[in-house]
Nanobody, 123 residues
């Protein structure tokens, strides 16, 4: 069973960049479909980006396309989310997740979740 730990969150200003990490243990990330999700206070958890490295496929939410990039380091068994041109509406707790199936944007499709890391973008 894979365990996921996010890191890299923080307080930044509008227009800044931030890189989140998701370190995995107990499983090899390249064998999973991996996703990033976020949840703002009072809102439902929403899809940000996902990838399935073996298939070479990625998927992004329209709200982050062109600003966020999902990537991974197989040697470190770690997934990343590079976030550029951050906006106040990007403020949320960011979660990484894994599933053993297909590339998905639905949170319910993911079996394994990290504890989340807070990202706050000030205006």
């Amino acid at each position: 069973q894979v365990q996921l730990v996010e890191s890299g969150g923080g307080l930044v200003q509008t227009g800044d960049s931030l890189k989140l990490s998701c370190a995995a243990s107990g499983g090899t990330l390249r064998l999973y479909a991996m996703g990033w999700f976020r949840q703002a206070p009072g809102k439902e958890r929403e899809f940000v980006a996902a990838t399935r490295w073996r298939a070479g496929t990625t998927l992004y939410a329209e709200s982050v396309k062109g600003r966020f990039t999902i990537s991974g380091d197989n040697a470190k068994n770690t997934m990343y989310l590079q976030m550029n041109s951050l906006k106040p509406e990007d403020t949320a707790v960011y979660y990484c997740a894994a599933n053993q199936g297909l590339l998905e944007s639905r949170p319910s499709a993911y079996n394994f979740w990290g504890q989340g890391t807070q990202v706050t973008v000030s205006s």
